[in-house]
């Protein structure tokens, strides 16, 4: 039960921290005192949803499995590229929102060009991003190196839109199927040089304003939820000890009873960290053949993504100033490395169950007046295509329960274009910001203008 996990001091909700995060100028913020009214261009909630490695073609061989539909897939032809587009059935809950845009990724070596990525195939595979790059580029608008976590070119810190979205009174999180300490939320709440310095994201959030963090990682279960000996990667032995003894700000929960219980609880904690009993992912690395067909091995007993997220929204919800939420489906990427077309399956799926989840906490619990929903990937993995000669591409095709026949072109990151989908207030403004123009996807913006329109939406400290 809730009642008997272990919590810390908790800050009086609507009053926000100051910034520990080195930032010191421009980030500290007094409470703003009162409710924020939301307008189109500053709403008073925003979501974003990441789907990792998540390209066109991942949304699709997912869609093919469940419905036998896809949405957007196309036939692409001449020398000088132009697309037909095949039948389009919107099956997954954001493929039907308002604004459906594309969005270039490269990292600060990389580029995108829309010719080029259609006419020569392997263009996207050179200089690719990272998800830690990816991840501070959508998070502060700033491209950088690979590897690099809430930090610039030079290795120094750049504001991220959770420090932004604290300092004007608003209650953050970030949510992840993956470590908790992994690339994709790391860069959203952290600032290391180095995407591989977990223990040390770890410390970055407990000495942040982060009212909720979530995911995979526990340094005392296996990928199979099976308890094994002590392997502190993702945390320090010090701050595990400290978060599951009460002595940080943070109420600790870990078991997959309590973790569910917070989606529905009246009461729950101000700040909560939770960490799922699974050592990787949810679901991705549980015992199994990687190229068997989705669901052949049984599922990990650990909440879902879904249920994280929609635990997260009931603590971050009850801020009178609102709310700044990342959901990462991570695993989507660790199975695109994998080339496992039936796992990918799988963690798209889940990320399409989280992001109806928040649908229906906005149209329960707030509205798209005052809330905007963004669901994007920080990069395409895999390359993904349907069968064909090496190195070309042939779109999918399906029927329903059954898996796509497809081609990995690669088991690494690319710099294809990845689908944007937003909803609610201020999503024209990623409209505005789309002044870029592929000859089969059509207008796109860039991941930094993504992050560019959360800053706007959030406004300025007031000091």
């Not at 036998?68 to 897939?73: H, K």
């Amino acid at each position: 039960m809730i009642e008997h996990v272990q919590q810390g001091p908790a800050p009086q909700r609507g009053h926000r921290r100051a910034a520990a995060t080195g930032l010191a100028v421009g980030l500290v913020a007094a409470s703003l005192g009162g409710c924020s009214t939301p307008t189109d261009e500053h709403p008073r909630n925003i979501i974003v949803l990441i789907g990792d490695g998540m390209g066109y073609n991942q949304v699709d061989l997912a869609s093919l499995y469940q419905a036998g539909t896809s949405d957007s897939q196309v036939v692409v032809d001449g020398e000088r590229p132009s697309a037909s587009a095949l039948p389009r059935t919107p099956t997954q809950p954001f493929e039907r929102f308002d604004v459906r845009l594309a969005v270039s990724t490269y990292s600060v070596a990389g580029s995108y060009d829309g010719t080029l990525a259609w006419t020569d195939p392997a263009y996207v595979d050179r200089a690719p991003t990272d998800s830690a790059a990816a991840a501070t580029a959508l998070a502060s608008g700033v491209k950088t190196y690979d590897a690099a976590i809430g930090v610039g070119p030079d290795k120094q810190p750049v504001e991220l839109v959770t420090e932004r979205a604290a300092a004007v009174g608003k209650a953050t999180g970030v949510v992840t199927s993956v470590p908790f300490s992994h690339a994709t939320p790391a860069g959203f709440a952290a600032h290391e040089v180095d995407r591989d310095s977990y223990r040390a994201i770890t410390a970055d959030y407990l000495a942040s304003d982060l009212d909720v963090i979530m995911g995979a990682g526990h340094p005392l279960y296996d990928d199979d939820h099976r308890r094994v000996d002590e392997q502190y990667k993702y945390i320090s032995t010090a701050d595990w000890l400290a978060l599951t003894t009460g002595d940080t700000p943070f109420t600790f929960l870990d078991d997959p009873s309590d973790l569910a219980a917070l989606a529905t609880a009246v009461d729950p904690p101000d700040r909560v960290f939770g960490v799922a009993q699974v050592a990787s992912t949810l679901q991705e690395r549980r015992t199994g053949d990687l190229q068997a067909d989705p669901y052949a091995a049984p599922l990990n007993d650990v909440p879902s993504l879904a249920t994280l997220a929609r635990g997260a929204l009931n603590v971050l919800g009850r801020d009178p100033d609102g709310l700044l939420l990342m959901v990462e489906g991570g695993a989507i990427d660790w199975a695109g490395h994998d080339n496992s077309a039936g796992r990918l399956i799988e963690e798209a799926l889940a990320f399409d169950a989280t992001v109806q989840a928040v649908v229906t906490w906005v149209e329960h619990e707030s509205s798209w007046d005052e809330t905007l929903v963004v669901v994007t990937a920080d990069h395409e993995t895999g390359h993904l295509t349907g069968p064909g000669p090496e190195g070309g591409w042939a779109p999918l095709t399906g029927t329903r329960g059954q898996v796509a026949a497809n081609t990995w072109q690669s088991d690494e990151h690319t710099n294809s274009l990845v689908p944007l989908f937003a909803r609610g207030a201020g999503a024209q403004q990623l409209v505005e910001r789309a002044d870029a123009s592929d000859p089969v996807r059509g207008a796109y913006l860039d991941n930094t203008e993504v992050a560019q329109v959360v800053l706007d939406a959030l406004g300025q400290p007031r000091g």
